[in-house]
């Protein structure tokens, strides 16, 4: 989820029932000026406290600085990531990193030792990927080989590839392929949607066996 996504209200009424330790929450903090309703940009701290009550929990397992594009963004962020670290050692926050919309974001955090885990664009097509595309599965590694998490986004090229069984195989088999994406971040609209994609993960994983 994310706050720019307007996401959270949605999630304790599908969850309802089911024990917190069966799932995990993954969420953004949008530092940015506009993209969300509210004018002003609060600290970490009380993004957080707004986002345990929205989503009725008492941690989050993976909290993110959404969108990071410099590559001083480490500095530049330095006050949030130092309250996200306090929230972390508390235990109101399991893990925390960045999403990455530039390569040059992804070079710095997997430089950077606060991150945890990482979100970064990835497909064979280079599809709603960051200029210089090409240079992102080396960085990838680099992440991995450090020990943080990398969530793989734009699988399926941001929804380009829905109408294209052989292309979205053929991503599947490129980026599980890689040996250093750690989990597979798919929006879906309809749960057959959700069915098609699992079937032809373990396909691959198949394959790869």
Not at 35 to 56: H, Q
Not at 154 to 179: A, F, T, W
Request: glycine letters at 8%; one cysteine or more.
């Amino acid at each position: 989820m994310a706050d720019l996504y307007g996401t959270h209200p949605y999630l304790l009424p599908a969850l309802k029932g089911i024990p917190r330790d069966d799932y995990a929450i993954i969420s953004k903090i949008w530092f940015r000026p506009g993209g969300i309703p509210e004018p002003e940009r609060p600290d970490a701290d009380v993004v957080i406290e707004r986002f345990l009550k929205e989503l009725g929990t008492d941690h989050i397992d993976l909290l993110l600085l959404h969108c990071v594009e410099s590559s001083n963004w480490p500095t530049d962020l330095s006050k949030q990531m130092e309250i996200l670290a306090k929230y972390k050692k508390k235990g109101a926050i399991r893990a925390h990193g960045v999403s990455c919309h530039t390569v040059d974001a992804l070079e710095a955090a997997a430089a950077e030792p606060w991150v945890d885990s990482v979100h970064a664009r990835i497909n064979p097509f280079g599809m709603s990927m960051d200029k210089g595309s090409e240079r992102v599965p080396g960085v990838l590694k680099k992440l991995h080989d450090a020990g943080k998490g990398v969530v793989g986004m734009k699988i399926i090229g941001e929804g380009k590839l829905r109408n294209d069984p052989d292309k979205r195989d053929e991503s599947l088999r490129y980026v599980l392929g890689l040996g250093c994406v750690d989990i597979l971040n798919v929006g879906f609209e309809k749960l057959e949607e959700v069915d098609d994609l699992a079937m032809r993960v373990r396909k691959v994983e198949r394959k790869a066996a």
